[in-house]
């Protein structure tokens, strides 16, 4: 699948940074760089957004309900996005 236009600036943007790659770096220091990478991107605007847990193998498993702003006139479609910077620098935020 081809990248998408509008990535490509943010990837050759953190190729182009100064200092040590995500994955060069501890956990911790990652996890503090990932989250202010992730301040500087907008999020579409939405009408709600519910947080909410189901059971899991290991315990609840944390997830976001994101609401349109619009009601459509059929319901709307579901993206499921199932990543977690490798399972140790992301979280739900």
Do not use: K
């Amino acid at each position: 699948m081809p990248l998408h236009p509008q990535v490509q600036p943010i990837l050759d943007g953190l190729a182009a940074a100064a200092g040590p790659r995500l994955e060069d770096m501890a956990p911790s220091e990652a996890r503090e760089m990932f989250r202010a990478l992730a301040q500087l991107a907008a999020g579409a605007e939405v009408a709600r957004v519910e947080d909410r847990a189901i059971p899991g193998p290991g315990g609840e498993i944390p997830l976001r309900v994101y609401w349109p702003t619009e009601p459509a006139g059929e319901p709307p479609g579901v993206l499921v996005w199932l990543h977690g910077g490798g399972w140790v620098i992301g979280d739900l935020d």
